[in-house]
């Protein structure tokens, strides 16, 4: 009990360390809800139904991911650089409207594509429903993003863990009445999504915002569009990354690799989840840091940790993971180990990335993204003989490449090389009129 109530204490006296709990709870909890209404999903549907449901979560995770351009980080970084709650909140007002209006645009869009492209004409009805979903999960996510911007982690949580809930409860109702894999993915792509955004947005906008206990870097109320312009680019093209793997998998190969290859996905993604919380939860905190030179070493260092004690879990989730993924499970098997090594990686990666945002050099990331989705895509396409292991291959080597990249101009600035740490953020550009 004593032993229990010194970790208590230490977790509190340690703001990261108590949000990223927080966060990542709910993320898992979330995270391990979807992944079972996925579960029941592959168990209850034939191949082709969970092949084209696994088409559907892919099309609306790429299109919700797509029409982020990165404003959940751009909302993050705003609420934490704004030294009055009332303008913090007088930005997010605008950055929804701005979401709203690329999330119609990104919906029409990745529709228009999935009416075009003839190798997902299989998939056509699922495709086209998770499209229409990417408006309300796009927003949703958005609203959890800008309260974990003005620090409500509790609440930020509390609706990650909902979302994954609501998704396993329908999807099972769906399983239940016998319906198939369109029904399914309504519940999943649209009804859950759109219960989470309502209540996530009465949570962030119904109540006064509270001030921050952290020091104010900026109290302008215009939003910084460089920074906005930047991060849209580098959203687009990490989106693509992380999802458009599965797409064009389905464009080189046949139902049965697309099937084995989203079931290896849908385990091994918690983990990626479980880095973008961890890495949200810390942003908060990196973009106000003193110094970004102690900053960058205390991320490096957590990086690693983070990294390692992912791969240290690895051969337990290998074990665990085919045998949850039923039939599909040995054909899941090698695809599911690769993908736990590369999202172990994005364990340091995700974390470290985010201090080039408090030197403002976001132009680094959006280089660093477009290596990334170059060589996924090139190894995918190298390797597309290897069927549902091929897209497993190109998340690693992309994964392995921009780790090297996101640490070179650290590595260079402990040789006294690079000088971005040691002048800080430098100050934002004039906003036009």
């Not at 109320?221 to 599965?246: K, P, Q, Y």
């Not at 039939?327 to 098997?333: E, K, M, V, W, Y």
């Not at 740490?421 to 550009?429: I, L, M, S, V, W």
Request: charged share 15%; net charge positive.
């Amino acid at each position: 009990m004593r032993a229990l109530r010194k970790i208590t204490q230490n977790v509190a006296a340690r703001p990261r360390m108590k949000a990223s709990l927080i966060v990542v709870g709910g993320n898992v909890l979330g995270a391990g809800a979807a992944f079972a209404a996925a579960i029941v999903a592959a168990r209850v549907l034939p191949v082709e139904g969970f092949a084209a449901f696994g088409i559907g979560l892919a099309v609306n995770s790429l299109a919700v991911q797509f029409a982020d351009f990165g404003l959940g980080t751009v909302a993050i970084a705003e609420t934490a650089d704004s030294s009055d709650p009332h303008v913090a909140r007088a930005k997010l007002r605008r950055l929804v409207l701005h979401r709203i209006r690329t999330g119609l645009a990104v919906a029409l869009l990745v529709a228009a594509v999935v009416l075009v492209l003839p190798p997902l004409s299989p998939y056509r009805t699922e495709g086209l429903i998770a499209a229409g979903g990417e408006v309300f999960g796009s927003l949703a996510f958005f609203f959890i993003w800008c309260l974990q911007g003005e620090r409500r982690f509790v609440a930020a949580g509390a609706m990650q863990g909902l979302q994954g809930f609501l998704r396993l409860g329908l999807v099972g109702a769906c399983a239940v009445a016998g319906l198939g894999a369109a029904s399914m993915m309504v519940a999943y792509a649209i009804v859950a999504p759109l219960a989470t955004l309502l209540l996530a947005g009465v949570l962030l906008f119904a109540s006064p915002p509270v001030p921050g206990d952290f020091e104010p870097v900026s109290g302008s109320s215009e939003i910084d569009l460089d920074r906005r312009r930047v991060m849209a680019f580098t959203g687009v093209f990490s989106a693509m990354v992380i999802n458009g793997d599965v797409l064009l998998l389905a464009m080189l190969s046949g139902q049965q690799d697309v099937a084995a290859y989203t079931a290896a996905w849908r385990f091994s993604s918690g983990v990626l989840l479980a880095n973008t919380a961890i890495a949200s939860a810390f942003l908060p905190f990196i973009v106000t840091a003193p110094d970004p030179w102690t900053e960058a070493r205390h991320l490096v260092r957590r990086g690693l940790a983070i990294g390692a004690g992912w791969l240290a879990l690895t051969p337990a989730m290998a074990i665990v993971g085919p045998i949850l993924l039923g039939s599909l499970g040995d054909d899941a098997r090698l695809p599911l180990i690769l993908l736990l090594v590369a999202f172990a990686i994005d364990g340091f990666y995700f974390v470290v990335y985010q201090i080039y945002l408090r030197v403002r050099r976001e132009r680094m990331l959006l280089a660093i993204s477009v290596l990334e989705l170059t060589v996924m895509v090139g190894v995918t396409i190298l390797l597309r003989g290897q069927g549902a292991s091929a897209p497993a291959y190109g998340q690693l080597a992309a994964r392995v490449a921009v780790c090297l990249a996101v640490a070179a101009p650290i590595g260079l600035a402990w040789a006294k090389r690079c000088d971005w740490f040691e002048r800080g953020a430098p100050d934002p550009p004039p906003v036009p009129g």
